[in-house]
T-cell receptor, first 114, second 113 residues
Framework: EAEVAQSPRYKITEKSQAVAFWCDPISGHATLYWYRQILGQGPELLVQFQDESVVDDSQLPKDRFSAERLKGVDSTLKIQPAELGDSAMYLC????????????FGPGTRLTVT | KQEVTQIPAALSVPEGENLVLNCSFTDSAIYNLQWFRQDPGKGLTSLLLIQSSQREQTSGRLNASLDKSSGRSTLYIAASQPGDSATYLCASHGSGNTGKLIFGQGTTLQVKP
């Protein structure tokens, strides 16, 4: 069964350092999403890609976060510099079509900033 | 702006009990509603998706219903098992044409043997 892949699964970094997360969506899924989930809360969208184009990045803290999906397949989310408040689970999801379809999530990356 | 609420935040039941998890949303013009399961420290597993034209969906012991007029969805779990212990999240698509999901805060279920 096809799955969304993410790496690393866990990341511990010191504040002010740079950190990067990688996501490989289900093959053929044109839409890719990055969500952030703070402990005890539901996920919140950071950025949505349609192929290689950004559809929605209204909640992405652009002063320190960046995301790319250069060839419309896998994607990288970067934080520089990391802050203590960035400690959270970072989830990647994908869906077919142009969005609004069923979303499939990866295992997530648990980030701890010390 | 769509808001999604799940009450209660936590629920504990004995094994074998039938139970209902609640989800309410403020914008009745939803496109679809999706229920997820999340085990501690893990990603989300999609359980059921109900399109706006549907009233319910079933998968095994799970049944999800959607009532747009009242802004409510329920997830019914029959004959609960300890393996059902997890956090259950509901999410609906926000306004506009993007695929952004708006999540509730989840209900953490514990099924005691």
């Amino acid at each position: 069964e096809a799955e969304v892949a993410q790496s690393p699964r866990y990341k511990i970094t010191e504040k002010s350092q740079a950190v990067a997360f990688w996501c490989d969506p289900i093959s053929g899924h044109a839409t890719l999403y990055w969500y952030r989930q703070i402990l005890g809360q539901g996920p919140e969208l950071l950025v949505q890609f349609q192929d290689e184009s950004v559809v929605d990045d209204s909640q992405l803290p652009k002063d320190r976060f960046s995301a790319e999906r250069l060839k419309g397949v896998d994607s990288t989310l970067k934080i520089q510099p990391a802050e203590l408040g960035d400690s959270a689970m970072y989830l990647c999801a994908s869906s077919t079509g142009t969005g609004r379809g069923e979303q499939y999530f990866g295992p997530g990356t648990r980030l701890t900033v010390t | 702006k769509q808001e999604v609420t799940q009450i209660p935040a936590a629920l504990s039941v004995p094994e074998g009990e039938n139970l209902v998890l609640n989800c309410s949303f403020t914008d009745s013009a939803i496109y679809n509603l999706q229920w997820f399961r999340q085990d501690p420290g893990k990603g989300l597993t999609s359980l059921l998706l109900i399109q706006s034209s549907q009233r319910e969906q079933t998968s095994g012991r799970l049944n999800a219903s959607l009532d747009k007029s009242s802004g409510r969805s329920t997830l019914y779990i029959a004959a609960s098992q300890p393996g059902d212990s997890a956090t259950y999240l509901c999410a609906s698509h926000g306004s506009g044409n993007t695929g952004k999901l708006i999540f509730g805060q989840g209900t953490t279920l514990q099924v005691k043997p």
